[in-house]
Nanobody, 128 residues
Framework: QVQLVESGGGLVQAGGSLRLSCVASGRTFSSYAMGWFRQAPGKEREFVAAISRNGGNTYYPDSVKGRFTISRDNAKNTVYLQMNSLKPEDTAVYYC?????????????????????WGQGTQVTVSS
């Protein structure tokens, strides 16, 4: 079992930055590929970023590419999402997710159905 706890959300003006953190319980964090998703009111949960077990591979959709950066520190059981140049349309609840244990060191996934652990979410609100 893995428990995920997100933090770092809040209210920020357009053009500002936030860094989200997600701390995982357990001693096998490095066995999990990690991802970030977001869900705005009335919309489906959508993929934001993914990172492989060893942090060597990352992937972003076009909507956040160049503005968001996912990273991880396996020694601290933590995955981060640095969000820059925030826009009002980035407003949502942000969730981190874990897929694993995953045998593929360099792989990640963008499909929410493939993640088997989820955090409770943290609200990000971007004002115009």
């Amino acid at each position: 079992q893995v428990q995920l706890v997100e933090s770092g959300g809040g209210l920020v003006q357009a053009g500002g930055s936030l860094r989200l953190s997600c701390v995982a319980s357990g001693r096998t964090f490095s066995s999990y590929a990690m991802g970030w998703f977001r869900q705005a009111p009335g919309k489906e949960r959508e993929f934001v970023a993914a990172i492989s077990r060893n942090g060597g591979n990352t992937y972003y959709p076009d909507s956040v590419k160049g503005r968001f950066t996912i990273s991880r520190d396996n020694a601290k059981n933590t995955v981060y999402l640095q969000m820059n140049s925030l826009k009002p349309e980035d407003t949502a609840v942000y969730y981190c997710a874990a897929k694993g244990p995953y045998s593929r060191t360099n792989a990640y996934t963008t499909f929410k159905t493939e993640y088997n652990y989820w955090g409770q979410g943290t609200q990000v609100t971007v004002s115009s």
